[in-house]
């Protein structure tokens, strides 16, 4: 596992072809499910490229996102969205799918997803009961 983890990333990284293919089968799950539908917009087109620039550089990549967008900030840019603890697991849920379709090591899957599960519940800012 630490072997995964300390090589698995690079690996990832390196990539970007990878990364284009993960955030390619996973905005099309976000755009289907009941609870993140609402408060994506229609074009998911642009949050998609965005999200290319952004996982390239938080797995280690060139700052693609950075030098396009500055300071990645990505809590406070979640703030106008009601992010709720059950919408965070609904994102990770799809993550989840799209890395079944895209990574065939299935260590390497719950590498990525740990990584990711760190900043979705982070930033979380509403309750459930809204
Ligand atoms: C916890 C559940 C999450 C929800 C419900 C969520 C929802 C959203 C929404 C609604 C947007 C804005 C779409 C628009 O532009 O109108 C957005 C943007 C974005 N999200 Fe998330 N997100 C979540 C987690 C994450 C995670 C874990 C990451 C990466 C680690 C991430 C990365 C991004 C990026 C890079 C953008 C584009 C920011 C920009 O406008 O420059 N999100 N997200």
């Avoid at 990333?9 to 390196?14: E, F, I, S």
């Avoid at 009941?34 to 965005?50: E, H, M, R, S």
């Avoid at 550089?57 to 030098?67: I, K, R």
Wanted: aromatic content about 10%; glycine content about 6%; overall charge neutral.
């Amino acid at each position: 596992m630490e072997e995964v983890r300390q090589h698995g990333l690079v690996h990832v990284h390196r990539r970007g072809p990878t990364i284009r293919k993960i955030v390619d089968a996973f905005y099309p799950k976000v755009a289907e499910h009941p609870d993140l539908k609402p408060i994506f917009p229609d074009d998911l087109t642009p949050v998609a490229d965005k999200q290319y620039l952004f996982l390239t550089q938080f797995f280690g990549g060139p700052p693609l996102y950075t030098e396009k967008y500055g300071h990645p900030m990505m809590r406070a840019r979640h703030m106008p969205f009601p992010v709720t603890p059950k919408r965070a697991e609904a994102w990770l849920g799809c993550m989840r799918r799209a890395l079944e379709e895209v990574i065939p090591s299935q260590e390497m899957r719950e590498v990525i997803l740990e990584r990711l599960s760190g900043p979705a519940h982070f930033f979380v800012n509403t309750p459930d009961d809204e």
